[in-house]
């Protein structure tokens, strides 16, 4: 399996900027792909942003332009690079090792312990 943990999350003002990473470790030549996933209080978990083992990135509507998936692959760390940030970016941010294909992204089965970031108004 794959071991994932995030780092990085912090209190922010509105309009700052916070990187967070992903420690990836286990079965790492298995995977396909990773993507940052995001959960608010109330609110499902929805995903942020995608990058596969080619390197081509998707990102979701709403981060779209603000935000930055990237990947080291001598660290075998990936990081999101989190500008421009609003009060709704606010949430648990959370790695996820799984699979894109056809502009679809199936997430794995494995998750961290998440990161918190809280954007003050």
């Known amino acids: 399996q794959v071991q994932l943990v995030e780092s990085g999350g912090g209190l922010v003002q509105a309009g700052g900027s916070l990187r967070l990473s992903c420690a990836v470790s286990g079965s790492i030549f298995s995977i396909n792909a990773m993507g940052w996933y995001r959960q608010a209080p109330g609110k499902q978990r929805e995903l942020v942003a995608v990058i596969t083992s080619g390197g081509s990135t998707d990102y979701a509507d709403f981060v779209k332009g603000r935000f930055t998936i990237s990947r080291d692959n001598a660290k075998n760390t990936v990081y999101l690079q989190m500008n421009s940030l609003k009060p709704e970016d606010t949430a648990v941010y959370y790695c996820?090792?799984?699979?894109?294909?056809?502009?679809?992204?199936?997430?794995?089965?494995?998750w961290g312990q998440g990161t918190q970031v809280t954007v003050s108004s």
């Open positions: 996820n090792a799984g699979d894109y294909r056809g502009n679809y992204y199936y997430h794995g089965g494995s």
